[in-house]
């Protein structure tokens, strides 16, 4: 609701969903709050997160409070330039609580997308009746990752991977010259759905955007049309999305939610929102009406939309039969 409280009495005739601008016919699983969960909590420890690392620590109640009432194994990858193990998948949240205490400084870059694949292709050995989800605890941009966007894009697209994001900003210019080199600086149509520049008021002021370039990005998929080039805008825009801010992309793509980390409060009350959210969800399932290899933008509203909004993931991909490109890890 407009409040932020959750709706659970909606039936599956109160959605719509498109897959590349044709609408789909919808199933609504019953009973998915106590399937069980493999998290993998990706926390970043070089760059900028060498002064959060004391805030990482007793996250032990807040883990327990977000897994605690359903059956689970999770994993911690720690990351500065190069993702690690630090804790394979255990039930144990004690284990997994010491790990996040425990972390040392990383050298000077954060490779934010080699460290989402890596953790992606972890989840992907796990077994496919537990849910897969991502809590990444990272600055907002890229430094230093060898992950293409593209593949980055693939990875995240192609598991039914929900992803959680706490990011925080960081003060360095690395980063931003690292941002610079996935940078596509072809302008959209003046004043069009992703122009930068949304011309005056009518006191001949500029309008200000009301959302971030990464969220504009993603909603400008649902205006584009014809459906044959919606897909590959749809691409262009995620990729993009990517580039200007991944914790929050990457939130949108999955369906998952994105946060600003400022300190151990405000950490601890997202945490408890996440916590929340987990288990309670509508699992939505569709049989592709064109399941065309590459990437898919989808589309979920609601009828009655006055009222309401939804959160859901906005792509999938679909491999070719000799697809091999996804990175191993």
Not at 22 to 44: C, F, H, N, S, Y
Not at 83 to 101: E, K, M, R, V
Not at 211 to 230: F, I, K, T, W, Y
């Amino acid at each position: 609701s407009k409040s932020g409280e959750l709706v659970y009495t909606l039936k599956v005739n109160d959605f719509i969903l498109t897959d590349n601008g044709v609408v789909q016919k919808l199933r609504l699983e019953e009973d998915t709050g106590t399937q069980p969960l493999a998290m993998v909590i990706i926390a970043q420890t070089g760059g900028d997160a060498a002064v959060h690392l004391d805030q990482y620590q007793n996250l032990g109640p807040m883990l327990d409070n977000m897994l605690g009432g359903i059956e689970h194994r999770v994993a911690v990858v720690g990351f500065d330039s190069t993702p690690i193990l630090l804790h394979g998948f255990t039930p144990n949240l004690d284990y997994i609580a010491h790990s996040l205490d425990i972390l040392d400084p990383g050298d000077k870059h954060a490779a934010v997308l080699d460290a989402i694949v890596y953790a992606v292709n972890l989840l992907r050995q796990q077994p496919t009746s537990y849910r897969r989800a991502i809590l990444l605890l990272s600055q907002t941009t890229d430094d230093g990752s060898h992950t293409s966007l593209i593949d980055a894009l693939h990875a995240i697209s192609d598991t039914n991977t929900v992803m959680y994001s706490v990011g925080f900003h960081t003060t360095g210019t690395e980063s931003k010259k690292e941002a610079a080199k996935f940078s596509d600086d072809t302008p959209g149509p003046q004043h069009g759905c992703f122009s930068r520049d949304l011309g005056t008021d009518a006191d001949g002021k500029p309008i200000q955007p009301t959302e971030s370039a990464g969220s504009q990005d993603l909603n400008c998929v649902e205006e584009l049309l014809p459906p044959l080039r919606l897909a590959h805008i749809a691409e262009i825009a995620a990729r993009n999305s990517l580039r200007h801010n991944i914790s929050e992309s990457v939130a949108h793509l999955t369906g998952g939610e994105s946060f600003k980390f400022k300190n151990v409060k405000t950490l601890d009350r997202d945490l408890f929102t996440i916590a929340n959210h987990i288990p309670n969800r509508y699992v939505l399932t569709f049989q592709p009406q064109s399941p065309t290899p590459g990437f898919h933008s989808i589309v979920l509203k609601l009828r009655d939309s006055s009222h309401l909004s939804v959160d859901a993931r906005n792509g999938y991909w679909i491999n070719t039969d000799d697809d091999s490109s996804s990175p191993k890890p």
